[in-house]
């Protein structure tokens, strides 16, 4: 169970990435949409995608639009999160299955990448 978090900021991308490992899922880190892609179409697909919003050089709305002209990227499902107080209206707008605010709160993390990825103990 394979997780691609998309956000540049360091320290909070090694934040959930720690998190999620500690749960039993693979994380892959990627600091911006661009980068993103690159692991997307090189390396084995994730279960879920989670994605900040704010980044320089491309952006998570520029990231989605990208991801879903790819029909092979495009299943991939999307969990927005963003310091953006119009988040779950932007989430909506993207096809995103879902959203969390920053600060991202564990429990409320952990249980979205349960209802995408299914939890550990399924594995």
């Avoid at 959203?99 to 709160?105: C, F």
Wanted: charged content about 30%; hydrophobic content about 40%; proline content about 5%.
């Amino acid at each position: 169970m394979r997780v691609l978090i998309i956000e540049d900021d360091e320290a909070i991308a090694e934040a959930i990435a720690s998190l999620l490992e500690d749960c039993g899922y693979s994380a892959v880190r990627a600091a911006d949409g661009r980068t993103g892609l690159e692991a997307l179409r090189s390396e084995t697909k994730p279960s879920l995608i989670l994605l900040d919003m704010a980044m320089p050089g491309m952006n998570g709305s520029r990231f989605r639009e990208e991801q879903m002209k790819d029909p092979g990227l495009a299943g991939i499902p999307v969990v927005v999160f963003t310091a953006d107080s119009r988040a779950e209206e932007r989430a909506r707008e993207m096809g995103a299955a879902g959203w969390l605010r920053k600060p991202v709160d564990p429990a409320r993390l952990l249980s979205a990448v349960e209802k995408h990825c299914g939890s550990r103990s399924e594995s």
